[in-house]
């Protein structure tokens, strides 16, 4: 509860950091002002800090002795959407904005940093190392279908982590809940490009030619009956092709049909044969006289949270806020790249509800927003957990 007292008189400098964040919104592997700010505000505190990891990232780091090292991650970047709130600190950017908030990541984990420099110098802090995290690009992946997760692990930013933790705000949820969940949390996702290809004639002759757009509608009732009929209803699994393209005019039959979507499982066999389905799915085409063919481009696994870590922070944000508003998560098909950190080492990822409580706001929506109220807490959450990581783990 001593921690919490302490961010909550943090509370003004956490909500100006993310809103100054929020006004300046920065999209995946372009984080180049937020990282910059956190920075300058590591170096403040006394951490070492390293910049330019994953292009844009930053790690900083804390060590008061020889021990273990657990790493606090948060995310940086942006959405291209438009942002429709009309508040102070909106969007300044056209068509960018923090529409998951990871502005509030920033800023907790930031505050987080502060209490844990405060422990230090106290000479509170259990010996070892804090690392503090801040990934470029986990809405998006590079030309190398690379995410900011990737580009830091490969340049060392878990190196030597024996547990990393991580949060995100809930804005579906009330503010003041802590969410946690042993084993799967979030699902893993893969990305489809899919295209079907008939023979263009003209509309009025349609026996000429060979129309895609039926064709394609074929595919899609196919895809329709993998999860309904292929998979065990035991298994959650999701296939969705949310954009559809296809034709040139309204009397040409059209020669080709794009089809662009995501999968979503827990468990890899599922996604083998949600793999395979589609492609049987997609060969429909081919026995109507056409051509089927799936590019199938793979996303992020499935966060899976460690038993005994998630136990610890659990017992560590319980110290914090109170049995009572610590729960449990729900299973997400929604994707998550900390997945990749959390097989490196062992990881937990929690939920800090951040709900607007006369007027929740759905994340990825162009009215997204929280309540600022959550930033203590997420902050003192975090470093609790690194401190009684440090102590037990």
Not at 91 to 110: E, F, K, N, P, T
Not at 293 to 303: A, T, Y
Request: hydrophobic share 45%.
């Amino acid at each position: 509860m001593e921690l919490l007292s302490r961010a909550s008189a943090l509370a003004p400098e956490l909500v100006e950091i993310r809103r100054d964040i929020h006004a300046h919104p920065e999209l995946a592997f372009q984080e180049r002002r937020t990282a910059a700010l956190v920075a300058e505000r590591l170096r403040q505190l006394g951490y070492e800090v390293r910049t330019g990891v994953a292009r844009t990232g930053c790690i900083g780091q804390l060590s008061t002795g020889a021990g273990r090292t657990v790493a606090l991650r948060a995310d940086m970047d942006a959405l291209p959407i438009q942002e429709a709130n009309d508040v102070p600190y909106r969007s300044r950017v056209d068509g960018v904005m923090h529409a998951c908030g990871h502005d509030a990541h920033v800023a907790c984990a930031l505050g987080a940093a502060r209490l844990l420099a405060e422990s230090a110098a106290e000479g509170s802090l259990p010996s070892g190392r804090i690392r503090l995290i801040f990934q470029p690009s986990e809405e998006r992946t590079d030309d190398e279908n690379l995410g900011g997760a990737q580009r830091m692990i490969a340049e060392g930013a878990l190196e030597g982590v024996d547990a990393v933790i991580g949060l995100h705000v809930a804005s579906m949820s009330p503010t003041g809940q802590v969410l946690f969940r042993e084993g799967p949390l979030m699902a893993g996702n893969d990305t489809l490009h899919g295209v079907v290809r008939g023979a263009s004639a003209h509309a009025a002759l349609p026996h000429e030619g060979l129309d895609a757009v039926v064709l394609a509608a074929h595919v899609v009732l196919a895809v329709q009956a993998i999860v309904a009929r292929r998979i065990d209803p035991l298994e959650p699994a999701v296939i969705t092709f949310g954009k559809i393209e296809g034709g040139r005019a309204e009397n040409i039959l059209s020669s080709e049909v794009q089809l662009t979507g995501t999968l979503r499982y827990f468990d890899f066999a599922v996604r083998e044969q949600l793999q395979e389905e589609l492609r049987r799915a997609f060969a429909v085409a081919d026995a109507m006289g056409g051509e089927g063919r799936i590019e199938i481009k793979s996303g992020n696994p499935p966060v899976i949270n460690d038993a005994r870590l998630n136990d610890i922070v659990r017992a560590a944000a319980i110290s914090v806020v109170g049995e009572a508003d610590v729960g449990v998560a729900d299973l997400i098909m929604g994707a998550e790249d900390f997945a990749f950190l959390a097989r490196e080492a062992p990881g937990c990822f929690f939920w800090l509800g951040a709900g607007i409580e006369a007027d929740p706001r759905t994340h990825h929506s162009p009215r997204f927003d929280i309540d600022e109220n959550c930033l203590p807490r997420g902050a003192a959450v975090l470093a609790a957990a690194a401190q009684k990581v440090l102590a037990e783990w």
